[in-house]
């Protein structure tokens, strides 16, 4: 499991407003703002801008993280990125795609995970036997589309039930191809269990 982050740097705090952890200074600023600071305030203006889309899906990809640290889904989502998925040095620092986690949990994922480009569509496939005790017919699919240049997210929360094997997203038509980073997990019908999402790579349609 990765860090998490919560507290300051210098003379500027963080802390949760309305689900969102975000940051203000305290007293008076009479020196130049240090490198730490500026590369501090720019890591989470990125996950901030990263997670604006997807908050619903964080919601509960991130809900049972958040209990067992004490903290809201979006705050556990933001602690979790911002020691594990902004990579590069100030002014060069970037969303580390492969390494985002949009869900956090214990439920297993199944085998033979794949993704392919359908017409206007993103088709996941898995493999739908139950592999463990832990599984369930009844388990759903979490599918995200995340799409860096145009800001947007198309996503599934209550997903095709896993004993289906397969499921899609429409995402829509541009004139230019655009990349979409492409993620899935598994949530229990009754949504007290939840897995790990796992990064299944890129698409450009």
Known sequence: MGKYYKGSVGKTISYKLNGRLVERRVGVNTT???????????????????????????????????????MNAHNAFTSYSYYNCVKGEYP??????????????ILPLPDDLAVSAENHQIAFSWDP??????????????????????????YLINGPVRKLGSGSIDVPRYRNAVTYHLYIGFISDDHKQISDSTYLGILQM
């Open 32 to 70: 130049a703002t240090s490198p730490a600071q500026l590369a501090h305030r720019t890591k989470l203006k990125i996950i901030n801008a990263f997670l604006g889309p997807i908050e619903g899906f964080i919601e509960f990809g991130f809900a049972l993280e958040g209990k067992v640290m004490g």
């Open 129 to 154: 036997q139950l592999l463990s005790d832990d599984m369930r017919w009844s388990d759903h699919a979490m599918l995200m589309a995340y799409c860096p240049e145009k800001k947007s997210a198309h």
């Open 92 to 105: 060069f620092q970037e969303m580390d795609f492969p390494k985002v986690m949009l869900s956090m949990g």
